[in-house]
């Protein structure tokens, strides 16, 4: 007898009841990161090697984990490839997945993927669910639309002050155009509105004042009332340190008179230094006492600043006053050195005298300069008085490290580059312009790829004129430039192949990008928790850091195998910008150097919207290597540039007190 197929199939079901029915496939919805995940190991691999055709694989994944991971890759590899996929994910109904698709359209800065972007903002978000992808899909437009659409971001009015997601997407959003040369008046009314009104969340106050900061052709002369009183009012130095550069825009006395007031009542050094760059717009006289006053500071740093103003901004009837001052009081020598800098590029030629007793002053300082970075420092002061040039010359073969060395190229084009050249010179310019020249060459010709670096730059810069010398000798360039190691010197490579370029007039752009040449050890990622972190011993003392894995695996990694295999002990910090960053690292010691391989960015979405965040040096996508830096204060111009790998979570006063030249005595690392 048959059964009818139906009945037979309810006869099983009843037989065997409910629980043997197969269960519905369960709707996952939370994105999450586990470095144990086989799967997310798998993502990060494929990252790793930029296999996009692998990482899209994962964007119909059930799991918005992977989707989420495998879109974010795109931010870091910025692989156009992927832009028709992620649009798709824009949709995603899971928001984190949105977030990451729109951040990776933007971070590819192709203007094709705007309108995919403006298409997926939920207007009708009236539950809310989509803010943070709609703030997202803001601060995308920003890195990739055209100007046109920088006039409808800027006039949008209907957020409320408690709207602060979209809010802060709009800032940012402005922000990032600003960073591409992108400004507009509505715009700029629309970040002064929010930095000069505290019901606005601190956050985007915060975005506003670095766009003031940061942002070329803005006119803030009829706000500059309003905005001293926002800087006045204001206890948060983050929001003070761009400030003040804003109004530093203002070149009126009012302005001066404001920054002045700021500069005597701060405490926070990091915004006095802001104050006394933002000063340069003033005029000297306004601020000369001041200025003078500073160069005493018992902070390093402020001194310092305050004697590069001087530098920068000095005049020739104050000549005298700053050989004296460093003649006769015991200033730090990197306030020392500035003053004499600034003597010598200020003093009136026909005071030959004094000019002569300045720069035998120097010539003997640097002979007797107990520390490599004050020689480098005296060597560029030596570069303020032409007829130096002999006496470098005949100190360059004497030169035992890599930073004098490139210092020595660096201050030979400081000369070289002079506007005033021919009347330094008059009938000796042909002679002084070949024996520098010839330094240069010999340059090239012993590999030093510093120095190749600085004098590649260097020669696009120099006169017309000059130039045949090195058109004659471009063969023996390109010998030396074959001979760089890849992928190590590769930062030296574009630089000489730029420099190249322009020496034969053409416009073919043939520099390259390094190649994948350095897997991640996924066994040792596998052994590293998310409370991972390292001490750093220096010469100041001790800073503690907990490292990002999960935002950089690669990067947190290679710092681990550098720093057991004692790679960075005795390492100097060879680069000190006060209130910026602090950076080390290098095996060459003068920032030029790096081990025979490369590691790739690592660029998710992340923010240096604080003090104290490490990140990767960089030349470019994925040249990263050994170098690393930690910031003074918040560097949103950074995003989505410089890996992010890890942040100072003890010893911030440590990172303050650095000075160029200290060293890494030991790195520890806890897993």
């Known amino acids: 007898m048959k059964f009818n197929a139906l009945l037979f199939l309810f006869f099983i079901v009843t037989l065997l009841g409910p629980g043997c029915v197969p269960p519905e496939e369960v709707v996952l919805t939370e994105v999450t990161r586990d470095l144990k995940d086989s799967t997310l190991q798998q993502i990060i691999i494929w990252q790793d090697r930029d296999q996009a055709d692998s990482l899209l694989s994962f964007f119909s994944d059930r799991d918005p984990s992977y989707r989420y991971a495998a879109a974010m890759a795109f931010g870091s590899t910025k692989n156009i490839f992927g ?20 951040y990776a359209i933007g971070q590819m800065g192709d203007p094709r993927g705007a309108p995919f972007l403006m298409a997926a903002f939920e207007q009708t978000d009236t539950t809310g669910i989509f803010r943070s992808s709609n703030a997202a899909i803001l601060e995308a437009v920003g890195k990739c639309a055209p100007r046109e659409t920088l006039q409808l971001l800027s006039t949008i009015s209907t957020y409320k002050a408690t709207d602060t997601m979209l809010l802060t997407g709009q800032a940012w959003g402005i922000y990032r155009f600003a960073l ?39 006119d803030l002369t009829t706000n500059l009332n309003a905005l001293g009183q926002t800087l006045f009012s204001s206890d948060n130095p983050f929001l003070k340190i761009p400030l003040v550069l804003g109004i530093g825009k203002v070149s009126t006395p009012e302005s001066t008179k404001i920054l002045l007031q700021q500069l005597n009542n701060e405490s926070d050094y990091r915004v006095r230094i802001n104050v006394i760059r933002a000063l ?25 600043t305050a004697a590069q103003y001087l530098v920068d901004n000095g005049m020739a009837n104050d000549a005298t006053l700053y050989w004296k001052e460093a003649k006769e009081k015991n200033y730090p020598w990197q306030v020392s050195v500035k003053l004499y800098e600034a003597a010598n590029k200020y003093l009136p030629p026909y005071l030959s005298d004094f000019k002569g007793a300045i720069n035998a002053e120097l010539r003997r ?9 004050e020689r480098v420092a005296i060597l560029k002061a030596l570069g303020e008085f032409g007829w130096n040039y002999l006496f470098l010359l005949q100190q360059g073969p004497g030169l035992t490290t890599e930073l ?30 070949r024996d520098m020249s010839n330094y240069l060459l010999n340059v090239f010709q012993e590999g030093n790829a510093g120095g190749m670096a600085i004098a590649a730059n260097v020669i696009q810069d120099i006169p017309a004129g000059f130039r045949q010398f090195f058109r004659d000798s471009i063969s023996i360039i390109q010998e030396a430039q074959k001979q760089l190691k890849l992928p190590g010197e590769i930062e030296t490579y574009n630089e000489v192949q730029k420099m190249v370029n322009d020496l034969m007039e053409t416009s073919v752009t043939s520099t390259i990008k390094p190649e994948y040449n350095h897997p991640i050890d996924m066994d040792l990622l596998s052994s590293v928790t998310t409370e991972a972190g390292a001490v750093i011993q220096t010469d100041k003392g001790k800073i503690r850091l907990t490292l990002f894995p999960l935002l950089a695996p690669g990067s947190v990694v290679n710092f681990i195998k550098l720093a057991e295999s004692d790679y ?24 030029y150097g790096s081990l025979d391989y490369s590691i ?34 918040p560097t949103p111009h950074l995003d989505g540039r410089y890996t992010i790998f890890g942040k100072v979570t003890e010893g911030m006063d440590v990172v303050h007190k650095m000075e160029v030249g200290d060293r890494i005595q030991s790195v520890s690392i806890r897993y």
């Not at 028709?84 to 949105?98: C, F, Q």
């Not at 300082?365 to 970075?373: I, L, S, T, V």
């Open 83 to 102: 832009l028709d996929s992620l649009t798709k994910l824009l949709y995603d109904p899971i928001p984190e997945v949105r977030v990451a698709a729109a």
């Open 180 to 218: 591409r040369g992108l400004t507009i008046p509505e715009g700029t009314t629309r970040m002064l509105a929010f930095v000069n009104n505290s019901f606005y969340p601190e956050s985007v106050r915060i975005i506003a004042a670095n766009y003031l900061g940061r942002a070329n052709n803005i």
């Open 280 to 304: 340069n717009n003033s005029s000297y006289d306004s601020v000369k006492t001041e200025i003078l006053t500073l160069i005493n500071d018992p902070s390093v740093a402020l001194a310092e």
């Open 365 to 373: 300082k640097f002979q007797n300069a107990p520390k490599e970075h």
């Open 404 to 433: 004098e060395k490139s210092a020595m190229v660096e201050t030979l084009g400081k000369i070289l580059r002079n506007e005033n050249f021919d009347r330094v010179f008059q009938g000796s310019r042909r002679k002084a312009a």
């Open 568 to 591: 960075y002990k005795g390492k100097t910090f060879q680069r000190v910008v006060p209130n910026f960053v602090i950076q080390g690292g290098c095996p060459r010691g003068d920032g």
């Open 600 to 633: 790739r960015s690592e660029l998710p979405l992340a923010y240096y919207d604080d003090e104290g965040y490490v990140g990767m040096a960089s030349a470019g996508n994925h040249t990263e290597g050994t170098q690393f830096f930690i910031t003074h204060s």
